[in-house]
């Protein structure tokens, strides 16, 4: 039934993106983009930086950062939409590049003496003030810049490299999910799409048939995912070392996190330890699924198996009146911000899905530039819901900061921030969701969904991002060299994490399927960072509800003018101490772990 159920209710037609927000006609486009790259050629070429005219370039510099992010937006929707629109992706690559250059040029102008040492009376007398963190932190990173025709150089050739690695990625998974497997009643499932579907199957020998033949129709190719992860990882750490970094890691962890190579690996050591609190919710959830089937064993593919309630799919309009609901607690302004973007009339959603559209879910914007809501598709089930929630939360933090007017390169920053506020608004969604149910297994389902949303976050990104440290760290030292080396990874850590891994060796090969590591290499590690900030400002939410939207949408709105560990202080009052965000994580999985305990001890 969810798979014939239309969430549109025959008015598809009515959620179209309008484009037009963007540029008013395709000609408008690339007439406005062939002046604009004249202009960033000229400006690139204008060796002009000293103090008199330093603003002066620096607001030129912002509006031409608005304007390529424009385009690039613009193209990119269109291959999102069509990812056979070769053009358009062109296109998109080759004005990021053009951005790219554009930042090493100024980067570089930067870095010179005479601004290098700008003092507090200087950046008064020029009115500098509001370039203040962009220049502290270009002239902080100076070990890592390269001439902005090395940057050029780079980024054509590594580019190329990495994109051809993705390709190879794509197109080997596109042809898996052609085949089809059979169970033993001759049904026909296929591995890619219908994975979910199997393992919801009542029949346990479906079930485990079809997981298995799932896991099998990848390991088969075993050897060239594991390639093209060990050819990732080799040229990443190539790249990375070009910059001064010692690997890709170190690269990565700065760049999107802020923090060391060796702060992240006391993280992941850390949440090793706490290991037990998520094997005790397994054993929660494992018990569960005895009683109710009357299985004497359970397996990892037995655990999704829809119990004594499952929800039926949501209409958008359903969907839409939900979320609004749960955000309640964010404010006013926050939730006619996200009512308004949900409004299928306003044109800035792109979600009705299609047959060659990229499988992306993404909240686009950028200040002075228009707010999209793009996914691949929209189902009306409570995942698909979730991605709304998370993916809308995006948007509307860009547009937050738009609307307040910030120097546009400080709506870039921690990556793990952006993530924290779409985590955020999933648990809300989730307490939403079970504070409505009136049964004790509806609320069941919903609480059951929020331990796992925090057990994706928190423990399979922990899982992952120590899978990853590994996998380039092993790179490096020349002891991951083939696809055994890379079982042996995955083998050793996940025997630390899951309760049914070690019984099941047809799980060898499932870091295949984890799309981030070739799509977007050491990114994992992004939303366990998230993870615990969402948790800790779910806490205050629930300490000061009063207060919490006031400060909160006053931290949206700043953007990202001083470090994650300073905003985070000045607007919501605690600091990354991570041994105590992990205790709070922590905790908050063990209460849901026992209230979910308790609603299936309900008497019936």
Aim: contains cysteine.
């Amino acid at each position: 039934m969810a798979q014939n159920f239309d969430p549109f209710e025959g008015k598809s037609s009515q959620y179209q993106l309008d484009l037009s927000r963007y540029f008013i006609t395709p000609k408008e486009e690339l007439n406005t983009l062939n002046v604009l790259l004249d202009s960033v050629k000229k400006f690139e070429n204008n060796t002009a930086w000293d103090l008199p005219v330093l603003a002066e370039r620096l607001d030129q510099y912002e509006h031409f950062s608005v304007e390529l992010t424009r385009h690039i937006l613009y193209e990119r929707l269109l291959y999102y939409d069509n990812k056979n629109d070769t053009a358009a992706r062109k296109r998109m690559n080759y004005d990021n590049n053009v951005a790219s250059e554009l930042r090493a040029t100024v980067n570089l102008a930067l870095t010179q003496k005479e601004l290098s040492t700008l003092t507090e009376a200087e950046i008064n007398q020029f009115h500098l003030d509001r370039f203040r963190y962009l220049i502290a932190t270009i002239q902080n990173n100076t070990s890592h810049m390269l001439p902005v025709a090395g940057t050029k150089i780079i980024n054509e050739l590594a580019g190329s490299v990495l994109d051809r690695l993705d390709d190879r990625y794509d197109a080997l998974m596109d042809d898996i999910n052609k085949n089809l497997i059979f169970d033993s009643i001759g049904k026909k499932f296929n591995p890619g799409i219908r994975i979910a579907a199997i393992r919801h199957n009542k029949n346990a020998y479906i079930r485990e048939t079809g997981a298995k033949a799932f896991l099998d129709a990848y390991a088969q190719h075993e050897e060239v995912f594991a390639a093209t992860l060990i050819d990732i990882a080799n040229e990443e750490n190539a790249l990375a070392r070009l910059y001064n970094y010692p690997d890709a890691p170190a690269r990565m962890y700065d760049k999107r996190l802020q923090v060391s190579e060796d702060s992240v690996k006391g993280l992941l050591n850390e949440l090793n330890q706490h290991a037990g609190v998520l094997k005790t919710y397994q054993q929660v959830q494992a018990e569960q699924v005895k009683r109710v089937t009357g299985l004497l064993q359970i397996h990892s593919w037995d655990m999704d198996l829809p119990l004594n309630y499952t929800p039926l799919p949501q209409t958008f309009a359903s969907a839409r009146k939900s979320i609004i609901q749960a955000l309640q607690p964010l404010g006013k302004d926050y939730v006619n911000h996200f009512a308004d973007l949900l409004d299928p009339t306003q044109g800035k959603l792109d979600i009705t899905g299609g047959k060659s559209r990229v499988t992306d879910y993404t909240g686009l914007g950028y200040p002075g530039v228009p707010i999209t809501l793009y996914m691949k598709s929209f189902s009306g089930e409570t995942g698909s819901i979730r991605v709304l929630i998370h993916e809308g939360g995006h948007s509307i933090h860009r547009l937050l900061m738009s609307e307040n007017h910030i120097v546009p390169t400080n709506s870039s920053g921690p990556n793990f921030l952006f993530e924290s506020f779409a985590i955020l608004n999933e648990f809300l969604l989730l307490d939403e969701l079970t504070n409505s149910s009136r049964s004790s297994d509806s609320k069941a389902f919903y609480t059951k969904a929020f331990i796992d949303d925090l057990d994706d976050q928190l423990f399979t990104c922990a899982e992952e991002g120590t899978f990853e440290q590994g996998i380039y760290d092993g790179v490096s030292a020349g002891k991951i060299k083939n696809q055994k080396d890379i079982d042996s990874l995955y083998a050793g850590i996940m025997n630390k994490y899951d309760l049914f891994f070690k019984d099941e060796p047809e799980r060898h090969a499932e870091w295949i399927n984890k799309r981030l590591l070739y799509d977007d290499p050491i990114y994992n590690v992004n939303y366990l960072y998230a993870s615990l900030v969402a948790c800790k400002l779910y806490e205050l939410l629930h300490k000061d509800p009063e207060n919490f939207a006031i400060h909160y949408n006053a931290l949206l709105r700043n953007g990202f003018n001083a470090s994650a560990d300073d905003l985070l202080q000045k607007f919501m009052g605690f600091r990354m101490d991570e041994t105590q965000m992990v205790e709070g994580a922590v905790g908050l999985m063990r209460k849901k772990t026992t209230d979910l305990k308790l609603l299936y001890n309900q008497p019936k």
